[in-house]
């Protein structure tokens, strides 16, 4: 977050038009818009010119204008996820996800949590898996899975034999797939295999109509503002992609503590005889 304090050390002696653009930079943001924002992005919302964000990310001690904004989206979305923390007493975080996630809301709805998180407490493993960027995401929630006791590992590359006899006829897998196209030719892959192995599938993906998204037993939409095929990492899509899951395991712990001993079957899940299994 240095890079906010230096913005509030440096404003006094800023110029009329650079207090201006710092204004923009430093009001309240998740930071999701900065690292994709062209310099002349910032300097039409602002209403300044491209040499007035120069000499400001300058003044900043920055020599690389993209540095300045990753690291600025980075200490705002720090900030943001301080502030969700120290007012999430009292209301639940899919209700708080629901008024910064807007774009999201009707996917994050009571039914398809209510879905999910029921197959993750029927599943025996589940499995995360994501390719690039989404890849970063699909580690985290490993990560976050097994720290509330669930049996969880990650996999891009959808070789169900990574699990040596995890599908056996007693197991029953859950897949969380995460791709902001939809369209990544190793997740569907991978989701495939794990489909013909009698899996529940969950996607998250900005691309509600793609191949994933109608492959999906269950569909979260995550937006992003990054262009097909754009070369810059998408910050904007993992956060979404965070932010859906932390949902989704929130959800999954608040039921956890009142749900009855015996859950509704789900039709997701595949029976005995319809899994086909991968050889010893």
Do not use: R, W
């Given at each position: 977050m240095e890079i906010l304090a230096t913005l509030q050390s440096l404003y006094p002696t800023f110029t009329k038009v650079e207090k201006k653009i710092a204004d923009f930079f430093m009001q309240e943001q998740d930071g999701r818009y900065f690292p994709n924002a062209t310099m002349e992005d910032v300097a039409n919302q602002v209403g300044v010119g491209q040499a007035s964000v120069v000499r400001l990310v300058k003044k900043c001690g920055y020599s690389s204008y993209r540095n300045f904004m990753v690291d600025l989206g980075r200490a705002q979305y720090e900030n943001a996820v301080a502030a969700r923390l120290a007012s999430r007493q009292g209301h639940s975080l899919v209700d708080d996800l629901n008024l910064q996630l807007k774009l999201c809301s009707e996917n994050l709805s009571r039914e398809n949590m209510k879905l999910t998180v029921q197959c993750m407490r029927q599943a025996d493993l589940i499995v995360c898996t994501g390719y690039g960027d989404s890849s970063y995401v699909a580690a985290l929630t490993v990560g976050r899975l097994r720290r509330e006791g669930l049996f969880a590992v990650q996999d891009i590359s959808g070789d169900i034999s990574l699990f040596g006899r995890s599908f056996s006829k007693q197991l029953r897998p859950?897949?969380?797939?995460?791709?902001?196209?939809?369209?990544?030719?190793?997740?569907?892959?991978?989701?495939?295999?794990?489909?013909?192995?009698?899996?529940?599938?969950?996607?998250?993906?900005?691309?509600?109509?793609?191949?994933l998204g109608k492959r999906a037993n269950i569909t979260f939409y995550t937006p992003s503002k990054a262009p097909k095929g754009g070369k810059r990492r998408d910050l904007d899509g993992i956060f979404n992609q965070l932010y859906t899951m932390e949902a989704i395991i929130e959800?999954?712990?608040?039921?956890?503590?009142?749900?009855?001993?015996?859950?509704?079957?789900l039709p997701f899940f595949r029976g005995e005889d319809e899994m086909e299994h991968i050889p010893d």
């Open positions: 859950m897949v969380f797939a995460f791709s902001v196209t939809g369209e990544t030719p190793e997740i569907i892959s991978a989701v495939k295999h794990y489909e013909h192995n009698g899996a529940c599938v969950v996607v998250l993906t900005s691309h509600m109509e793609s191949t959800e999954y712990l608040k039921n956890e503590e009142s749900a009855p001993e015996e859950a509704q079957e």
